[in-house]
């Protein structure tokens, strides 16, 4: 069955850069499109971007530019979501989905949290 | 791209019906038949309810219906029941991204 696993939870003191994997399995993971989603505590979802999974190239929605980075490394069917330059306010849980359709996310990781604190 | 417009509460009694509104513009809502639901119980991951508007995935149960008009969708949940209780969003494709609802709690009285 499909499976996305995330890293798990990190603490971080602010400037710092944080990584978080997302192990997929069960699935051509070439085949479909990840995305990224941040619920800051006791916040709503907030869409992050995407990663095209067969040609690498990443979309990042308007307030992740720059400090966010998506990445891929094909041969272990894992996504990443690197963050620099932490602050308080990425303090959230970041979730990976797989894109099965047409923005519509079938499969989700367990979530990390990211905690940013000194 | 603002968030989607989704009321922050909603309530019901076990067996009633309940009908969770999401409002957004003719350039994702209404622009597009790309509008998915998704149920939220605390500290789990979100779980796909409804996608393009009226489709229920596989293992999803009936009583999880979903439409839309003009620029506002809908998420119908009929014979409310105690696992119910959770948050709900929405989300539009907008031609270039994903748009999520500010979210909806759910409450089974």
């Known amino acids: 069955q499909v499976q996305l696993v995330q890293s798990g939870s990190e603490l971080k003191q602010p400037g710092a850069s944080v990584t978080v994997s997302c192990k997929t399995s069960?699935?051509?993971?070439?085949?479909?499109?990840m995305n990224w989603v941040r619920q800051a505590p006791g916040q709503g979802l907030e869409w992050m971007g995407w990663?095209?999974?067969?040609?690498?190239?990443?979309s990042y929605a308007q307030g992740f530019k720059g400090r966010f980075v998506f990445s891929l490394d094909t041969s272990v069917s894992t996504a990443y979501l690197q963050i620099s330059s932490l602050t308080g306010e990425d303090t959230a849980v970041y979730y990976c989905?797989?894109?099965?359709?047409?923005?519509?996310?079938?499969?989700w990781g367990q979530g990390t949290l990211v905690t940013v604190s000194s | 791209q603002s968030a989607l417009a989704q009321p922050a509460s909603v309530s019901g009694s076990p067996g009633q019906s309940i009908t969770i509104s999401c409002t957004g513009t003719?350039?994702?809502?209404?622009?597009?038949?790309?509008v998915s639901w998704y149920q939220q119980h605390p500290a789990k991951a979100p779980k796909l309810m409804i996608y393009?508007?009226?489709n229920r995935p596989s293992g999803v149960s009936n009583r999880f219906s979903g439409s839309k008009s003009g620029n506002t969708a809908s998420l119908t949940i009929s014979g409310l029941q105690a696992e119910d209780e959770a948050d709900y969003y929405c989300?539009?494709?907008?031609?270039?991204?994903?748009?999520f609802g500010g979210g909806t709690k759910l409450t089974v009285l």
């Open positions: 989905a797989r894109d099965w359709l047409r923005a519509v996310f079938d499969s």
């Open positions: 069960g699935y051509t993971f070439t085949n479909y499109a």
């Open positions: 990663i095209n999974t067969n040609t690498g190239n990443p």
């Open positions: 003719s350039s994702d809502v209404g622009g597009y038949n790309h």
């Open positions: 393009d508007v009226t």
């Open positions: 989300t539009s494709y907008t031609g270039s991204a994903t748009v």
